[in-house]
């Protein structure tokens, strides 16, 4: 028996020092309602990118059927679908069995000559669900790039995302850097003017097929300001998906700018296209807007420049969005709120002060109800208490308002399952067992209410972590955990303190 206590001591003592290490050596991180910060829901604008994905099947679709000696008299695209006209109707079924073979992810109606190509539900759901998770993952690279710390960016619903930054300092700032699309192209310009309409009366019967006119930034020429328009070709060069690196830098004049670098594909494509456009522009275009269009002097291949009339700062977030890659699908901001540091101290000050307050009332009442055993499930309760901390500190669990909320809940958990014990220990007493044997028959009968009682706990918990918000998650975790090891505690811990108590005795005066 002596043995056998000595190597559960031995154990305690192991987790005792690996919970302290824990402790102290990695802090645990604090939420949003803690630290304060900004909290951003966003809506992800799923249409945009299904409305793109169908200008892509239309140009697929053409593409395929011209292959296949089929003329195509017209193309339609819309948010609905894609409406296509052959020159000849009678090879509308011959066009029908071609995209059915090729596209198998659409649905084709023919009518009247004319064939309507739609997305299946199937592949709608699966646009939308992966466009949201990559605008997920793209604002949190952005947030990682910018340096923030413990931010919780997750999904929220359908297509909203919810993105919380504690101890923001710009909030501006981050949500430039969150909300900007950052889709970037390089476009062979066509034509310039310094007007939209003079560029348009340069082309009275219309714009030549493939091209667009696209808007430039604002300069200052001989001190005043200038906006030149761009004729441009609708398909780019190479575009940000081909980019492997963008930092900030300064341009030949000293102003701040941003080198890009190309990956090998991107390298080649774009060193063909500049090869043949010696002496032309090229357009960089961020988010549908020229932001500089040099005049290509040798074969660029690998690297390039955007320059513009950028502040350092402006530059260095170009720089972040560029790198983390662009959002699938704009993004508008529903609600924005920021909670300033005092809050959330005294929120810390008002909640460590109710959790202390309700530690020495639960302590108070288990001396005076069980004298001795009370007071060895406090030790307990402050064993668990510390092996908590540092299971939050190890698993990198957030620490929320709602989550100390569980972790004071817990108190009240972990003495109630030894509030059970001592009591079924007190029944054995009355039937005239001894000390020893009624404490080793108590912890027996308690140990199926016990077990029953957390995994039901333990269920909610669960299921508030995986379907609520920020919020909720920080109080499954502290609840989770908590009830984790407040079971170890109130079986081990409280077990070993009260064997080492007892001893050898049949009884004990105030033991319970």
């Not at 710009?170 to 970037?184: F, H, N, S, V, Y």
């Not at 669960?462 to 407040?486: D, H, M, N, R, W």
Request: glycine content about 8%; aromatic content about 8%; hydrophobic content about 45%.
């Amino acid at each position: 028996m002596k043995t056998d206590l000595k190597w559960k001591l031995l154990v305690v003592f192991g987790i005792l020092v690996t919970a302290i290490y824990f402790v102290f050596s990695k802090p645990v991180k604090l939420g949003l309602d803690l630290q304060g910060g900004m909290s951003i829901v966003l809506e992800v604008d799923v249409e945009h990118v299904i409305q793109t994905q169908y200008k892509q099947l239309a140009q697929d679709i053409r593409k395929k059927l011209k292959e296949n000696h089929i003329d195509v008299l017209s193309v339609k695209v819309s948010k609905d679908g894609v409406l296509i006209s052959l020159l000849d109707p009678t090879h509308t079924d011959k066009a029908y069995t071609i995209i059915k073979e090729n596209f198998p992810q659409v649905d084709v109606k023919t009518s009247d000559g004319l064939i309507t190509v739609v997305f299946s539900q199937w592949e709608l759901d699966r646009i939308k669900k992966l466009t949201v998770q990559q605008a997920v993952e793209t604002i949190r690279n952005r947030i990682d790039e910018f340096g923030t710390l413990n931010a919780n960016v997750s999904k929220l619903g359908e297509r909203r995302i919810l993105v919380e930054i504690p101890g923001v300092v710009d909030p501006e700032r981050a949500k430039a850097i969150i909300g900007k699309t950052a889709q970037l192209e390089l476009l062979e310009v066509v034509d310039s003017a310094f007007s939209k309409e003079e560029l348009l009366k340069r082309y009275p019967e219309g714009l030549p097929e493939g091209t667009k006119i696209l808007e430039g930034v604002p300069e200052k020429i001989n001190g005043k300001t200038v906006k030149e328009w761009f004729l441009v070709k609708d398909t780019p060069i190479v575009t940000g998906s081909q980019l492997k690196d963008a930092r900030a830098s300064v341009d030949s004049r000293g102003k701040p700018a941003v080198n890009f670098e190309l990956t090998d594909e991107g390298a080649s494509i774009f060193g063909e296209a500049t090869a043949k456009l010696i002496g032309k522009r090229i357009a960089i275009v961020l988010d549908n807007r020229v932001v500089s269009a040099p005049v290509v002097r040798s074969r660029i291949s690998k690297t390039g420049q955007i320059t513009g009339d950028f502040t350092p700062e402006e530059a260095a977030d170009l720089a972040i969005v560029l790198r983390a890659g662009a959002l699938p699908a704009p993004v508008e901001i529903l609600e924005e709120r920021v909670i300033g540091p005092t809050l959330g101290k005294d929120s810390i000050d008002k909640t460590l002060k109710a959790g202390i307050f309700a530690l020495v009332l639960v302590g108070i009442f288990m001396i005076w109800r069980y004298a001795i055993s009370g007071f060895i499930s406090v030790i307990a309760l402050l064993f668990n208490g510390l092996l908590l901390w540092a299971a939050m500190a190890f698993l990198d669990v957030t620490l929320t308002l709602p989550g100390i909320a569980g972790i004071i809940l817990n108190i009240g958990m972990a003495v109630d399952a030894n509030v059970i014990i001592f009591e079924r220990i007190k029944e054995e007493l009355k039937k005239g067992r001894t000390l020893r044997v009624a404490v080793e028959e108590g912890f027996k009968r308690a140990w199926d209410a016990i077990l029953d009682a957390q995994i039901t706990t333990l269920i909610a918990a669960f299921v508030l972590f995986q379907f609520g918000t920020g919020p909720l998650k920080g109080f499954a975790a502290t609840l989770s955990i908590g009830t984790v090891t407040s079971i170890f505690t109130a079986l081990f811990i409280t077990k070993l303190f009260l064997d080492i108590v007892l001893g050898g005795r049949k009884t004990l005066k105030y033991a319970f």
